[in-house]
């Protein structure tokens, strides 16, 4: 039988928590793991960098999924069978409307299904939603931090560069996503959306404005301090958010 967490390299249910935020950066493992007390080392293969300690007296993991929905699919899928079910993606993303600000964090609501792995899963229209729940927690955890933040619909797609290749095409979508109100863009909620739903498990994301639109019509304010800032802040938001979530479990027991 095939080993079900193969890429992840880890094998040991005891050496994950049920609460698993999500960055694509394995750079950034570390730099999260500094929110954790006795954070260690439980698995280091490919993309997927994961660490382990305790969050106010429970088991928190943080693993880097890398880029794009296959690799994001892989990754929730081993690390599911080790007995994690709640899930938060912490990332970055190109704002899609011109009122968001560089630095500014989004909460994605749902997901645009643009991405090609989910497709093997269940059909386009079966829609990629968030899990109420973990969304009020990042809501009221968003207010706590104080950093500004906006609950909205995200466009995940495969394609990082297709734009500067066929710009016509990519700025007339963008043009008419923005019309709908879709926030920004990246490339892996639609993914983890799909899986919580199809699983039963808890999912949610907090992303970053890394590029700042000033016009429908492109042009984009760069990374910057702000970015570094914004970026600290969501982190923030999302480790208060799984606070919120253990305060509640914890609440729900007999």
Do not use: W
Request: glycine residues 8%.
């Amino acid at each position: 039988m095939e080993n079900p967490t193969y890429h992840i390299q880890i094998e040991d249910s005891q050496k994950v928590g049920r609460y698993v935020l999500l960055p694509g950066d394995r750079g950034r493992v570390k730099r999260m793991a500094k929110y954790l007390e006795n954070p260690i080392v439980v698995g280091d293969n490919r993309e997927y960098f994961t660490m382990t300690g305790k969050l106010n007296g429970e088991k928190v993991s943080i693993m880097s999924t890398g880029m794009g929905a296959p690799c994001m699919s892989i990754g929730v899928e081993e690390i599911r069978t080790l007995g994690s079910d709640t899930f938060i993606r912490v990332g970055t993303t190109g704002a899609l409307q011109p009122h968001i600000n560089l630095g500014d964090s989004i909460i994605a609501t749902a997901a645009v299904r643009s991405d090609g792995t989910m497709i093997d899963y269940v059909p386009r229209e079966f829609p990629a939603v968030a899990d109420f729940n973990v969304i009020s927690k990042m809501k009221k955890a968003a207010e706590i931090i104080d950093n500004p933040h906006h609950l909205g619909i995200v466009h995940s797609t495969d394609s990082y560069y297709g734009r500067n290749f066929n710009q016509k095409a990519a700025l007339e979508y963008s043009k008419l996503l923005a019309k709908a109100n879709v926030l920004a863009v990246e490339m892996e909620i639609s993914a983890l959306y799909i899986l919580g739903a199809i699983y039963s498990l808890r999912t949610g994301a907090i992303l970053t404005i890394r590029e700042a639109r000033k016009t429908l019509d492109a042009t984009y304010k760069q990374a910057g301090e702000e970015y570094e800032q914004g970026m600290e802040k969501s982190i923030q938001i999302a480790f208060k958010s799984i606070e919120l979530l253990i305060e509640e479990d914890r609440a729900k027991r007999p």
